[in-house]
């Protein structure tokens, strides 16, 4: 008999801080009480002040990581990260039409925290148009929704133009915003825009819209109604970020087993 604890397949960049990324991924996933299976799309040189460059999967690479469990297991849910050449795009796509049944998170990862540009104009274009056609959930900070809707005058009008392309919702969330608190702002198609207000913390973080991503994949793998995984998922991510400790010179790092009372 199968195993029935949920699997989420993350396609996503490898950090070397262990803050972002792949890890972030798998950690928050083993948090939730899923089995993270991971698709590494990248390697990069960062650290918790910027990133210093990114060498992308072949393509080739990619699609036959993600057949050979794909054929082999469930898959509950994808989450995406980075994904910083139209071919990983391409690669990507290939997949998720074949599986179009299973939900699909979207975190852009456009910039690092330090300016550095993940993603080209090519590999931009391509995510607008194969990927948030397939989406379920995107997760744009502000930054990254005008990069994706460029040609859009305010931030609502951004993401109606993301849901008019095909993406289901938009959660759009607000830490880069110059706010007393961080609004997070759902948009679905034909409804009313879902405000959600969380406390800012002091701090910035390395890797927080991975872990907020990645939770909600696993929360939707878990088989919660998606505004249930939503709203968890930010619970868990400010939790993991207010835990965060400053491990280098730059952003914090999230501490996404603050569940762990074994800790010292």
Not at 178 to 188: A, F, K, P
Not at 225 to 230: F, G, H, P, V
Request: glycine content about 6%.
């Amino acid at each position: 008999m199968l195993d029935s604890k949920p699997t989420v397949m993350c396609f996503s960049g490898l950090d070397p801080t262990g803050g972002a990324g792949i890890q972030a991924d798998i950690e928050t996933l083993f948090s939730l009480g899923c089995h993270a299976v991971p698709i590494v799309t990248a390697l990069t040189a960062q650290n918790t002040q910027n990133a210093l460059s990114i060498h992308s999967t072949s393509a080739a690479l990619i699609v036959q990581q993600a057949r050979a469990v794909l054929e082999d297991m469930p898959v509950h849910c994808f989450k995406i990260g980075l994904v910083g050449a139209m071919e990983t795009v391409d690669a990507i796509h290939s997949i998720l039409k074949d599986y179009e049944y299973i939900p699909v998170v979207l975190d852009p990862v456009v910039t690092a925290g330090g300016g550095y540009q993940f993603s080209d104009t090519e590999a931009l274009s391509a995510i607008r148009s194969l990927l948030i056609p397939l989406t379920t959930v995107l997760t744009p900070n502000t930054d990254e929704i005008k990069q994706l809707a460029p040609t859009a005058d305010s931030l609502d009008a951004c993401a109606n133009e993301l849901i008019k392309a095909g993406c289901q919702h938009v959660l759009l969330t607000g830490t880069h915003a110059q706010t007393e608190s961080v609004e997070n702002r759902l948009y679905t198609s034909h409804q009313e825009v879902t405000l959600h207000d969380w406390p800012r913390l002091p701090d910035s973080y390395h890797g927080s819209g991975c872990t907020l991503a990645a939770a909600i994949a696993g929360y939707l793998a878990h088989k919660l109604t998606l505004r249930d995984a939503i709203q968890q998922a930010q619970r868990f991510t400010w939790e993991a970020l207010s835990h965060g400790t400053r491990m280098g010179f730059g952003q914090h790092i999230p501490n996404r087993s603050y569940w762990n009372k074994q800790q010292p």
